[in-house]
């Protein structure tokens, strides 16, 4: 399967080189240098995954992102020339799967596309869309990427069904943050993390009731009665 990737960059020679990168290796490569121009390609031919810059003119990738996560979990990879540590939060608390600083290596680039686009691919999961995993009164369908909560499905995106997912395998097992990074954003991110808490924070929102615990001064657990287990 040949992936679409929605590539939106203001700046001419870095949008060639990201494109000529990604074409190498074999991926569909829609370039654009403005958010509107990717919202029309997106209402009318959507990306598999998007390669989104911050600073744009018009509307800006914050924004672009903000709309997209409203209408779906397709991946998107943030760069931008910010290397604050708010806007990596920021970036990520919107829905970015990952986030590059510039300059960035192209190749690091390809890197983080196959890796995010690895871990979200139903066809490289593995399973049968029959494969469910519960606890209480939440149900995990893995292959489908699809959560329910009491009944009632839930829009979610990449990084909470990741988070939920390996919480709900190990269900009473206290993760620390550092592994809980690990395991979702990858062993090269080098961000705080406050983006663990944050994304807790929205699984909590959109979960109510969720018996996602906080285990002080370490990390957090989903917490299983034992009749369920």
Excluded at 131 to 160: A, V
Excluded at 180 to 206: C, H, M, P, Q
Aim: hydrophobic share 35%; aromatic share 8%; proline share 4%.
């Amino acid at each position: 399967m040949t992936h679409h990737i929605g590539v939106v960059e203001d700046d001419a020679n870095i949008q060639d080189i990201v494109k000529a990168y990604l074409e190498k290796e074999g991926f569909t490569i829609t370039a654009m240098d403005s958010a509107e121009d990717a919202w029309e390609l997106w209402e009318t031919r959507q990306p598999d995954m998007w390669v989104l810059d911050i600073m744009l003119p018009g509307m800006d990738g914050y924004e672009f992102c903000k709309k997209i996560r409203q209408e779906s979990d397709v991946p998107i990879i943030i760069i931008s020339a910010k290397d604050e540590e708010i806007d990596k939060i920021l970036g990520l608390e919107l829905g970015g799967d990952d986030y590059l600083t510039k300059p960035f290596s192209p190749r690091e680039l390809v890197a983080r596309v196959k890796r995010v686009l690895k871990r979200t691919s139903h066809e490289e999961s593995g399973h049968t869309p029959d494969d469910r995993l519960k606890s209480g009164d939440l149900l995990i369908h893995e292959s489908d990427r699809r959560i329910f909560w009491q009944g009632e499905e839930k829009d979610i995106t990449t990084k909470e069904f990741d988070m939920l997912l390996l919480l709900a395998r190990h269900p009473n097992r206290a993760y620390p943050r550092e592994e809980l990074l690990t395991n979702i954003w990858g062993e090269d991110y080098f961000g705080s993390d406050r983006a663990v808490d944050d994304l807790v924070k929205r699984i909590r929102k959109k979960l109510h009731g969720i018996p996602l615990e906080t285990v002080w001064g370490y990390g957090y657990r989903l917490r299983q009665d034992e009749e369920s287990l």
